[in-house]
């Protein structure tokens, strides 16, 4: 990996969500990737079990 994309939240669902679909259209996944830390937060989890890792 080239560049990482660290992004914590907590109890902030929508804005996790934005963030996530702008850069799913903006970044190369073969040279940049993205991490998530979510602060075990109910609403969180559920786009936790829907994202491919």
Known sequence: MEFSYLIVTHNRTDDLNKTL???????DLKIEEVLVY???CP???????NSNG
């Open 38 to 40: 979510i602060d075990a």
């Open 43 to 49: 609403e969180t989890e559920i786009l936790k079990k």
């Open 21 to 27: 679909s702008v850069l799913k259209q903006t970044i």
